[in-house]
């Protein structure tokens, strides 16, 4: 039984795989690269924080561990389609993850959580605050350092496992240092704001996979399987918001 187990989880569907693929391109990486940018002498894109260089370097270090696994999961969808067209980045010449081309992904959506962060980033967009769009990216890189499994190990990727392998750990370490720096410099209006977008990306992890996996239409994309690389984790999300201080609102 552990044998067949271990065998149909290696199995990861095509559709599981962009999810968590789409998730670390749109959500985590460009989060990350925003809280090491250079602002220059435009005061109006500077963020009200300003983390210390430990802070920046576990940040970097962060980037470097997501490129790598983004690296993994191209390849991963690769075989999943058996689309040799598709480069070392997961990428075709129409830009993105090969969904111009004609395979079983075409035309479907992106993951749930992706397109809600393009939809508060817009939002936000729309208040000529610049502060908010950074918050909403770093709300939603804080949800996913609570929701992201290690695609390199299979057998940690079922929902039914509490398992975390330690590149997660990292991750949370990082972003508590890079919180407890960020949250004590907010106002209360801004506060008050970011506990609510934290709040709406969880509740866009937390839905049901077969939901909230990548659709064509109305319906799951070819390739869908019972297992993800995304197993949201409601109570260490609220701890760690704990421990800096924030409150997560609900019960997502």
């Known amino acids: 039984m552990e044998c067949e187990t271990r065998t149909r989880r290696a199995f990861l569907g095509g559709n599981a795989i962009l999810e968590a693929y789409d998730v670390e391109e749109v959500i985590v990486l460009p ?5 090491v940018r250079d602002n220059g002498t435009d005061a109006s894109s500077t963020p009200p924080w300003e983390l210390d ?7 970097r270090a962060c980037i470097a561990r997501h490129l790598r696994t983004s690296d993994v999961l191209s390849g991963m969808l690769r075989d999943a389609l058996g689309n040799p067209g598709l480069d070392g980045r997961g990428l075709d010449d129409r830009g993105l993850d090969g969904r111009g081309v004609s395979h079983p992904l075409r035309g479907v959506a992106g993951a749930l959580p992706v397109r809600a962060q393009g939809f508060l980033l817009s939002d936000a967009a729309k208040g000529g605050d610049p502060t908010r769009s950074d918050l909403v ?11 992201l499994s290690d695609p390199t190990d299979v057998a940690t990727a079922s929902r039914s496992l509490n398992l975390v392998p330690p ?4 991750d949370r370490a990082m972003m508590n240092s890079v919180l407890a720096q960020v949250v004590p410099v907010l106002t209360s209006p801004q506060r008050a704001w970011f506990e609510i977008t934290v709040s709406k990306a969880a509740s866009f992890f937390s839905v049901p996979d077969e939901k909230r996996l990548p659709a ?3 319906r799951l994309a070819p390739g869908t399987s019972d297992l993800t690389l995304l197993r949201y984790n409601r109570h260490s ?8 201080g924030l409150r997560l ?4």
């Open 137 to 147: 990216r770093l709300a939603f890189l804080l949800v996913s350092a609570h929701a």
């Open 31 to 35: 989060a990350l690269r925003m809280l």
């Open 53 to 59: 260089e430990q802070a920046r370097t576990q940040v």
């Open 249 to 252: 609102l609900g019960s997502v």
């Open 216 to 218: 064509a239409g109305d």
């Open 167 to 170: 590149p997660l750990h990292r």
């Open 237 to 244: 999300l609220a701890l760690a918001c704990e421990q800096v």
